[in-house]
């Protein structure tokens, strides 16, 4: 089972910066992609951003020219880099892999994540 570990979280001022990790268990290669996710209280969770298996990224407007996704194959290990943080940035952020499924020598990429981390707090405070 895939093991998804987010770390980097903490309280910082608006205008600051965190980075956000996440350790794999299993190489980023057996991923079709990995998304960071986010869910402040009394709110649905939300898509920031994707990166896929070739490294095409996206964001949602919110964080747009913000935040930063990015990868290292070789530590297996997913990152955000959040700049400017803005009070509503204040929300538990999830880390979440599309990890391929082989059936009948078919690999197969799901449409939704089916491994996700704890989650790290991140609180933003003006």
């Known amino acids: 089972q895939v093991q998804l570990v987010e770390s980097g979280g903490g309280s910082v001022q608006a205008g600051e910066s965190l980075t956000l990790s996440c350790a794999a268990s299993?190489?980023?290669?057996?991923?079709?992609?990995m998304d960071w996710y986010r869910q402040a209280p009394g709110k649905e969770r939300e898509l920031v951003s994707t990166?896929?298996?070739?490294?095409?990224?996206t964001y949602a407007d919110s964080v747009k020219d913000r935040f930063t996704i990015s990868q290292d194959n070789a530590k297996r290990t997913l990152y955000l880099q959040m700049n400017s943080l803005k009070t509503e940035d204040t929300a538990m952020y999830y880390c979440?892999?599309?990890?391929?499924?082989?059936?009948?020598?078919?690999?197969?990429?799901?449409?939704?994540?089916?491994?996700w981390g704890q989650g790290t707090q991140v609180t933003v405070s003006s």
């Open positions: 979440a892999a599309r990890v391929k499924k082989y059936t009948l020598g078919i690999t197969r990429c799901p449409d939704a994540p089916n491994a």
């Open positions: 299993v190489p980023i290669s057996s991923t079709c992609g």
């Open positions: 990166i896929s298996n070739g490294g095409t990224t």
